[in-house]
């Protein structure tokens, strides 16, 4: 795949959009020895990136939400989460009637950087056969960069190598060059691609 295709909207537009802050995760729904594959895989994207993350952002406290389960309506029953979310619930509709088992949403700051972003897993047979170490890295790229909703559609993030999950080289070397200091945080044209491109 070009740059292009990866920042791609169904519907034509590009956009693209990293982190401008310091990346700040939260955990929910794993336990100690997961969770610390969980960080451990972020930590792993934001150092490839050549981003920083941080104890805490100064306006919401963590930036990085992350929510692991076994239903969808355990997503419901998180108070104020609705708040935090917008269209939460008409999105968790959707998602039940089509039996998906992750979904992402982000938020972003007034010049459309990603300001925040919300990872829900429901651990279904297919992510529950998933190794920990697995699931953690392929969200953990997902919410790297703000991609385009078919950027994963024919192939996934990941590969295997020597039965260890790493990350396509392709996909990180397109990580690397989007958090290159001279190029910006948000772009909505696809010349972008083109700057991207140069620097792989």
């Given at each position: ?45 934001v ?33 104020d ?33 990603i ?13 529950r ?72």
């Amino acid at each position: 795949m070009t740059p292009e295709q990866f920042f791609t909207r169904a519907d034509g537009s590009y956009r693209f959009a990293r982190w401008a802050r310091p990346i700040v995760p939260i955990v929910f729904g794993v336990d100690d020895a997961t969770l610390a594959v969980v960080k451990g895989a972020i930590e792993a994207v934001v150092a490839l990136a050549g981003h920083t993350m941080a104890e805490t952002d100064p306006e919401q406290g963590a930036n990085l939400f992350m929510f692991f389960f076994r239903d969808w309506d355990e997503v419901l029953a998180v108070p104020d989460l609705d708040r935090l979310v917008g269209g939460l619930t008409p999105a968790i509709d959707r998602l039940k009637a089509r039996d998906a088992n992750q979904y992402r949403a982000f938020r972003f700051d007034a010049d459309g950087a990603i300001r925040a972003a919300f990872v829900f897993v429901r651990l279904d047979d297919a992510m529950r056969a998933l190794p920990a170490a697995d699931l953690a890295l392929l969200q953990a790229v997902q919410v790297i960069l703000l991609w385009g909703d078919t950027a994963f559609r024919d192939a996934p993030p990941l590969a295997r190598a020597h039965g260890v999950a790493v990350l396509r080289p392709d996909v990180a070397a397109l990580i690397r060059a989007a958090y290159d200091p001279v190029m910006p945080a948000v772009a909505g044209d696809a010349s972008h691609a083109l700057r991207l491109a140069a620097r792989l």
